[in-house]
């Protein structure tokens, strides 16, 4: 049996996509699943409540934040795996039979998917996504069991997180080292597709990459995951240049590739400046990002 998880905050006009295209995975690849499905606000519940069956149960959270709701979630899951993902995101029909082979190996304790973005390739902020997306294909594809799971979609043995810190800001990121720290391995599968839609907008594209690479520099500064800082940080991103700079089809896209270098080195020095000089705290860096609703 498996436990597929589906958070959700403020996202009506999206879950009841999320929760269709994820059932037909299940019913592609398993006979035995549940979906469970959180939410604290009463406008996404009561779109949810529409899709509710024998599979699909319904929960309200005390909407403390996502690492809250997992480890409500954790206690309430009652498959031999779970799968996580989120309300305004959509799989395709294979991504459980995808993720469920490569975990057979008993060795691997989590499978990320593969997010592929469905935001016009034709804007700036588009093809950044299309751009970072498949640049994390790459990656993932050439790790060794050393990457961190994607949140869009990944696989993850019970077990392995007893409880989440509920203050932490990349709860993926977490998951992931927590399963280094087992000795298992981190596995990709990347024919278990997540369909994403990314920023439109400038602000809402900083808001998010600060909270998921500022996440990173939580774990190493709050928790003392040094670890995680390693797989995602400053240094690593320029040793990923060259790739970065082969992947415009013309000379547009190559000056898209070029303003999107000078973004991320301003988002890194807003990081270093919000975490390191200025001590801003955590809390303060999540940001409800509308437009990628």
């Known amino acids: 049996m498996i436990s597929c998880i589906i958070t959700s905050y403020k996202e009506a006009k999206t879950i009841g996509r999320a929760i269709t ?5 299940c019913k592609r690849a ?3 699943y549940e979906i469970l499905v959180f939410a604290p606000d009463d406008e996404t519940i009561n779109e949810a ?30 498959g031999d795996l779970l799968i996580l993902s989120d309300g305004d995101v959509y799989v395709n029909q294979y991504a459980i039979r995808e993720l469920l082979k490569e975990i057979a190996n008993p060795e691997i304790a989590a499978v990320s998917g593969r997010p592929k973005s469905i935001s016009p390739r034709n804007t700036m902020l588009g093809y950044w996504s299309h751009l970072l997306t498949d640049m994390a294909d790459v990656t ?21 997180v007893k409880e989440m810190p509920t203050e932490v800001l990349s709860d993926d990121a977490y998951t992931s080292y927590k ?15 997540v369909f994403v839609k990314y920023p439109d907008n400038f602000k809402d594209w900083m808001a998010q990459k ?5 996440g990173y520099v939580q774990l190493d500064k709050v928790y003392k995951l040094k670890h995680i800082q390693e797989m995602r940080s400053f240094g690593q991103e320029i040793r990923g240049i060259k790739d970065v700079l082969s992947y415009a089809k013309n000379f547009k896209e190559f000056c898209w590739t070029l303003a999107l270098i000078g973004a991320r080195v301003w988002l890194w020095l807003n990081i270093f400046w919000e975490q390191k000089v200025i001590k801003k705290d955590f809390n303060k860096t999540w940001t409800r990002i509308n437009s990628t609703k």
Do not use: W
Request: aromatic share 10%; with cysteine; net charge positive.
């Open 49 to 78: 409540l529409n899709y509710e069956t024998n599979h699909i149960k319904i929960f309200k959270d005390e909407g403390k934040g996502k690492p809250s709701a997992l480890n409500i979630a954790f206690e309430e899951a009652k």
């Open 210 to 214: 600060k909270r998921s690479t500022g």
């Open 140 to 160: 993932r594809k050439k790790a060794l069991g050393n990457f961190v799971c994607s949140g869009y979609l990944y696989a993850l043995r019970p077990g392995i």
């Open 30 to 32: 398993v006979d035995n």
């Open 21 to 25: 295209f994820m059932e037909k995975a």
């Open 179 to 193: 399963v280094i720290e087992s000795g298992k391995k981190i596995d990709y599968a990347p024919g278990a597709q």
